[in-house]
T-cell receptor, first 114, second 113 residues
Framework: NAGVTQTPKFRVLKTGQSMTLLCAQDMNHEYMYWYRQDPGMGLRLIHYSVGEGTTAKGEVPDGYNVSRLKKQNFLLGLESAAPSQTSVYFC?????????????FGPGTRLTVT | AQSVTQPDIHITVSEGASLELRCNYSYGATPYLFWYVQSPGQGLQLLLKYFSGDTLVQGIKGFEAEFKRSQSSFNLRKPSVHWSDAAEYFCAVGAGNNNDMRFGAGTRLTVKP
């Protein structure tokens, strides 16, 4: 049982380049999330999805796009990378239910934009 | 929206000493509260959670936390810290149908030998 996996683990981009981060979960979770983690700021939600084919904006969505074509995958795209997007990106997933459920996190992707 | 404050950015304790990490939240309804731990280079792992009921909750690795509604706090404690507890600790509050979770800025724990 792999849980939540993220690809790639590290990436260096030049300003203006694009890339896609892939998140996959094998727990059959309905909800998936993308966060960024910056020193002194904790985790901030970029986008999330409550089911296949649906996405929604989080706290800091500007400069990112997402897609959830399959239930187990959640993609985060940067169309034109900027140095301000240098960060560690975490994907998470959780089940759906009446109560707020714990989120399961991937190992993270460290992105540097030069 | 809900929010979380962790007043201590960095705490250093000696191995074997007790630990308390502070967490204050802001939320109008009954909160769903979590503590996560992040070891260097790793993702976040759930230590414990509070939804309702007994206000003292037990978690993994010997951690516990106490929910105090009157103080809007959910402090994490451990009676005797081990060197392997050195990590960053995040408090989080959850709400809403979309499982909206807000994290504190984190407290980095250093353990002295």
């Amino acid at each position: 049982n792999a849980g939540v996996t993220q690809t790639p683990k590290f990436r260096v981009l030049k300003t203006g380049q694009s890339m896609t981060l892939l998140c996959a979960q094998d727990m059959n979770h309905e909800y998936m999330y993308w966060y960024r983690q910056d020193p002194g700021m904790g985790l901030r939600l970029i986008h999330y999805s409550v089911g296949e084919g649906t996405t929604a904006k989080g706290e800091v969505p500007d400069g990112y796009n997402v897609s959830r074509l399959k239930k187990q995958n959640f993609l985060l795209g940067l169309e034109s990378a900027a140095p301000s997007q240098t960060s560690v990106y975490f994907c998470a997933s959780s089940s759906r239910g009446r109560l707020v459920h714990e989120q399961y996190f991937g190992p993270g992707t460290r992105l540097t934009v030069t | 929206a809900q929010s979380v404050t962790q007043p201590d950015i960095h705490i250093t304790v000696s191995e074997g000493a007790s630990l308390e990490l502070r967490c204050n939240y802001s939320y109008g309804a009954t909160p769903y509260l979590f503590w996560y731990v992040q070891s260097p280079g790793q993702g976040l792992q759930l230590l414990l959670k509070y939804f309702s009921g007994d206000t003292l909750v037990q978690g993994i690795k010997g951690f516990e936390a106490e929910f105090k509604r009157s103080q809007s706090s959910f402090n994490l404690r451990k009676p005797s810290v081990h060197w392997s507890d050195a990590a960053e600790y995040f408090c989080a509050v959850g709400a809403g149908n979309n499982n909206d979770m807000r994290f504190g800025a984190g407290t980095r724990l250093t353990v002295k030998p």
